[in-house]
T-cell receptor, first 113, second 116 residues
């Protein structure tokens, strides 16, 4: 069955440190897309970064990068130089064949001053 | 360019009532998806509309329905509300549907529904 697993329910990280949020996925599809979203306490889902299954290079967007390891079915999000405003819930998601998107349970990230 | 808008932002209903939520996608976006988010179940896909047609549907009872208008605006309806329907309902839009998985969804702020 297709699913997304985020094994870290919560994380505490010191400001300015780098942080890695784990995400593994399971699918038999060859073509799929992987996303990371940030959800602050306000509730809005903010798109961070996208990685296509056929993309050979890891995606990067500013301080965000996606460590894509296809053989291990892993798509970890790396945030460099964390900031207090990075405190939020982070969701890993996968768009599957047929366009349905499934989400992981999320990781709550707390940045400490 | 304006983002995805959802109305109302907050709603309180009682069991047995029905509710209609509205979503206006980003201008030019033709695909609209709806999600339910609860603390227990997380984010769950409800349905997706593209060009006024439902393309995908999640595992929700028939009390949950939706539609999309010719201007791409979408509505979601829940009839005979139950306590468990209390959730944040998120709408997302994208320019096209699918495209090899390269399309990004942009979410609205959500509608918080409380069923008493």
């Amino acid at each position: 069955a297709q699913k997304i697993t985020q094994t870290q329910p919560g994380m505490f990280v010191q400001e300015k440190e780098a942080v890695t949020l784990d995400c593994t996925y399971d699918t038999s599809d060859q073509s799929y897309g992987l996303f990371w979203y940030k959800q602050p306490s306000s509730g809005e889902m903010i798109f961070l970064i996208y990685q296509g299954s056929y993309d050979e290079q890891n995606a990067t967007e500013g301080r965000y990068s996606l460590n894509f390891q296809k053989a291990r079915k892993s798509a970890n999000l790396v945030i460099s130089a964390s900031q207090l405003g990075d405190s939020a819930m982070y969701f890993c998601a996968m768009r599957m064949k047929g366009d349905k998107i499934i989400f992981g349970k999320g990781t709550r990230l707390h940045i400490l001053p | 360019k304006a983002g995805v808008t959802q109305t109302p932002r907050y709603l309180i209903k009682t069991r047995g009532q029905q509710v209609t939520l509205s979503c206006s996608p980003i201008s030019g976006h033709r695909s609209v998806s709806w999600y339910q988010q609860t603390p227990g179940q997380g984010l769950q896909f409800l349905f997706e509309y593209f060009s006024e047609t439902q393309r995908n549907k999640g595992n929700f009872p028939g009390r949950f329905s939706g539609r999309q208008f010719s201007n791409s605006r979408s509505e979601m309806n829940v009839s005979t509300l139950e306590l468990g329907d209390s959730a944040l309902y998120l709408c997302a839009s994208s320019l096209i549907s699918g495209a090899g998985g390269q399309e990004t969804q942009y979410f609205g702020p959500g509608t918080r529904l409380l069923v008493l």
